[in-house]
């Protein structure tokens, strides 16, 4: 009856970390106290398109040139191809779990759902840094390009101008912080207000890509792509230079996983989602790609500032003028994407708080905006507070680590689901509020008695019983599969990115770990998914093809791009994901909502969670 450990001490052992909650477990609370627990559903495809696409140029503006002088050369479209395609991959499993769990929290709703309690803090946890800090370091990110149009820095308005505190040394900008503010604000409005204004500056920015794009095109038309006539050829740095570039321009494609996290806030999700996901995706490779091939088509890739390589190329081809256009374009593309952390964040924190991982007070939807504003607010005040005192580039690279997790999280999601669904759906025990009246104890009580006789039933006959234990075996061999995956996925990743291990010992962990792998995979691939997948959140949405095989897929490129993370970004990391441990085990397990939860088979969800009140 107990498959996660649902007693009443499991909240203080190893099953605490594994118990998982129910797809909908957050429809199932009533209101209290006049709050309203729900968002407002006013999301189209057409506003996740708006959504996602503020992620639009926010890197290219600044990767290409890097990328191309030290990594790709000529073949930068080759490199952004190849990127958008890992970043297809981890969309359609984004896709998959967001159609059929439409609940606010992204990848750690889905991890709670599926991996368990303790995995799904870490994501969350590691969230913060894809959008608290990350949304504060492109805040710092914006002042230098908005002093452009004053003439540089010091022409700046004093309110406005980075300054030095006498004495320590800290460098502060106010515009950074001002403009956080000003987003912050106007997420409190509501989402369909906030969606309205990032559709407006993705436009903006879309539009400025496309002259880009045009004008670039034309002028290296004219000048005969004198970029591609080089002696080193079209590939100067080989294949290894290319996956290399790929791994770069990678972080230019993220931005589905803020959807996601809007999920419960879309009318028609299991429509919606997919479908916002997929077209703001193609939009996004089409305009990479073609602007790659305009911009190393220009001029030489040696020759592009790493630092602003699109003016500098449009600079030396004669166009000048059009340097206010670019920076517009950069300015819109950061506060695009500075839009999308903040709108992110809030419902992360929500979700978590929601399942009693946090203070309520994160929980809380104003009743007029029906957003959380509370929550939204104290986003917005920690994230200025970060862009004003903290020179955050060097915490910027922690971003990256906490976006490869949920990605890496969300594909082994799939796996789970796919082979082995959730088998007990969790019933609030009597402390929790939905359950605070005897009656309730009572109904509870009983339909729990209820569904385990019927599971136990000696009338299901012999037959019945050897189909349980053969898809009881097929369950646990799917388990440890998907366990070797992810130790092979892991081994291998380590022993490629380990260059200063003896060739010996590498060759060999790389051997080991491929055989488990490929094992493991082709075991997965012959046996049956489970039945249980059906009854598994809302039907009707979209489905991850090509399972196994792109969730595996899915893993090995994201763990492999963790690895190589520097030595000092996972150390600073590590100290993170300490800090958020101690605040899990002396809060947020003890106020899980999950405490002394019963288990029930799933076959019996339907005549015990229609009767809780």
Not at 3 to 21: D, I, M, P, T
Not at 67 to 94: K, M, N, Q
Not at 220 to 229: C, L, Q, R, V
Not at 248 to 266: H, L
């Amino acid at each position: 009856m107990n498959e996660n450990g649902g007693s009443s001490k499991c909240s203080w052992g190893f099953n605490s970390l594994v118990r998982r909650k129910q797809v909908d477990s957050v429809h199932l609370k009533n209101d209290h106290g006049g709050h309203h627990h729900q968002l407002a559903k006013k999301l189209t495809a057409f506003d996740l398109v708006a959504i996602v696409g503020t992620t639009i140029g926010a890197g290219v503006y600044i990767l290409v040139g890097t990328v191309a002088r030290e990594h790709t050369g000529p073949a930068l479209a080759v490199s952004f191809f190849i990127a958008g395609v890992a970043a297809a991959l981890s969309a359609c499993c984004y896709a998959e779990l967001a159609s059929r769990c439409p609940s606010a929290g992204s990848a750690y709703h889905y991890a709670y759902i599926c991996l368990g309690e303790g995995i799904a803090w870490l994501v969350g946890w590691a969230l913060v840094l894809d959008y608290t800090i990350g949304g504060s370091a492109i805040a710092r990110g914006i002042s230098p390009n908005l002093a452009s149009f004053f003439g540089g820095l010091d022409k700046l308005p004093v309110f406005l101008a980075r300054q030095t505190i006498p004495g320590l040394g800290i460098v502060v900008d106010p515009c950074a912080a001002l403009l956080i503010m000003i987003v912050t604000i106007l997420l409190c409005f509501g989402i369909k207000e906030s969606s309205l204004v990032q559709a407006v500056v993705t436009s903006v920015n879309v539009c400025t890509l496309v002259f880009i794009i045009v004008v670039g095109g034309y002028t290296a038309f004219k000048t005969g792509w004198i970029g591609y006539d080089l002696s080193s050829g079209f590939f100067p740095f080989g294949l290894n230079g290319i996956l290399a570039g790929a791994a770069v321009v990678f972080f230019s494609y993220i931005g589905f996983d803020t959807v996601t996290s809007t999920a419960e806030e879309v009318k028609n999700p299991q429509r919606d989602l997919p479908l916002g996901i997929g077209i703001a995706l193609l939009i996004c490779c089409i305009l990479y790609m073609l602007l790659s091939v305009v911009i190393v088509g220009l001029v030489p890739y040696y020759t592009l500032d790493p630092d602003t390589p699109i003016s500098s190329a449009f600079g030396d081809s004669g166009m000048q003028w059009a340097a206010y256009i670019l920076t517009t374009g950069a300015i819109t593309a950061l506060c695009a994407s500075l839009l999308g952390s903040l709108l992110a964040q809030p419902r992360i924190f929500m979700a978590m708080a929601r399942d009693g991982l946090l203070p309520a007070f994160f929980a809380e939807i104003d009743p007029r905006t029906q957003v959380p504003v509370k929550n939204t607010i104290v986003i917005g005040v920690l994230a200025a507070s970060l862009a004003f005192f903290m020179d955050v580039s060097q915490l910027s690279e922690m971003v990256s680590v906490g976006t490869l997790m949920a990605f890496t999280a969300v594909a082994v999601c799939v796996l789970v689901l796919r082979y082995v669904p959730p088998y007990g759906v969790p019933l609030p025990s009597s402390s929790q509020p939905w359950t605070d009246t005897d009656e309730s104890r009572l109904q509870t009580e009983r339909f729990l008695v209820d569904a385990t006789e019927s599971s136990d039933s000696p009338l299901l006959g012999v037959e019945t019983a050897r189909d349980e234990k053969y898809f009881g075996r097929r369950r646990k061999i799917a388990a440890w599969s998907i366990v070797l995956v992810c130790i092979g996925v892991l081994g291998l990743s380590s022993a490629a990115s380990t260059e200063r291990l003896p060739s010996f010992p590498r060759f060999t962990m790389c051997g080991v770990s491929a055989a488990i792998l490929l094992g493991s995979l082709i075991t997965l691939g012959c046996i049956d998914e489970d039945d249980e997948r059906h009854n598994f959140g809302h039907q009707g949405g979209f489905l991850c093809p090509f399972v196994p095989y792109l969730p595996v897929l899915c893993i090995l490129i994201n763990t492999y791009l963790i690895i190589n993370i520097g030595v000092g970004t996972w150390i600073r990391v590590l100290i993170w994901l300490l800090v958020g441990s101690m605040i899990y085990l002396f809060y947020g397990r003890s106020h899980s909502l999950l405490n002394n939860a019963g288990y029930v088979p799933t076959t019996c969800k339907g005549k015990t969670t229609d009767h809780l009140p």
